[in-house]
C-alpha cells in the first residue's frame, strides 16, 4: 500500500534521539490531520534540558510545538487534542496557567498524567499534540 498521502514533518535543525519524525501529516482529502510526537524542552549535547524551570520548559515545548506545526502548514488554533506528562503534579498550577495561553482558542480536548521520567535528563514536561486544518 502506498503511503503517499503521509507526510513527515521535520523542521529544519530539529534534533532527533532514534527513529521517529517529529509529526505526521496526513492527507484526509479535505483536510490535513497533523499528529505531533511527544515534544520536551531543548537538550544540550548531553542530552540534558536546557533549563529545570517547569513553566521555561513548558513555553520551550509549546514554542517547539507551533514550529513544527507551522511547518505543517497548521498553527496551535488547530489543535484538537493535547496529552500533556509531567514529573510532578505539584506544577500542575503552572502548566496549566501557559496551556491557557497557547491554547485560548483552541480549548483542545486534553489529557494531563504525572510520569516519572523521560528521554532527556531534567526534562518535567512533554507534551504530543494532534491537529486539524482544512486545505
Avoid: W
Avoid at 42 to 58: G, S, Y
Amino acid at each position: 500500500m502506498s503511503k503517499d498521502f503521509i507526510k513527515d514533518i521535520l523542521p529544519n535543525g530539529y534534533k532527533t534521539r532514534g527513529s521517529y519524525t517529529p509529526a505526521k501529516k496526513i492527507d484526509l482529502g479535505s483536510f490535513y490531520l497533523i499528529f505531533v510526537s511527544g515534544i520536551q524542552a531543548p537538550q544540550d549535547n548531553n542530552h540534558r534540558v536546557v533549563t529545570d524551570d517547569v513553566e521555561e520548559q513548558t513555553r520551550l515545548v509549546f514554542e517547539d510545538i507551533t514550529k513544527i506545526l507551522q511547518q505543517a502548514d497548521a498553527s496551535i488554533d488547530d489543535v484538537v487534542k493535547a496529552v500533556i506528562y509531567i514529573t510532578n503534579m505539584n506544577d500542575f498550577d503552572k502548566v496549566s496557567a501557559i496551556r491557557a495561553e497557547y491554547f485560548k482558542n483552541a480549548m483542545p480536548v486534553s489529557t494531563l498524567i504525572e510520569a516519572n521520567r523521560f528521554t532527556r535528563d531534567g526534562a518535567k514536561i512533554e507534551i504530543e499534540v494532534t491537529a486539524i486544518v482544512k486545505k
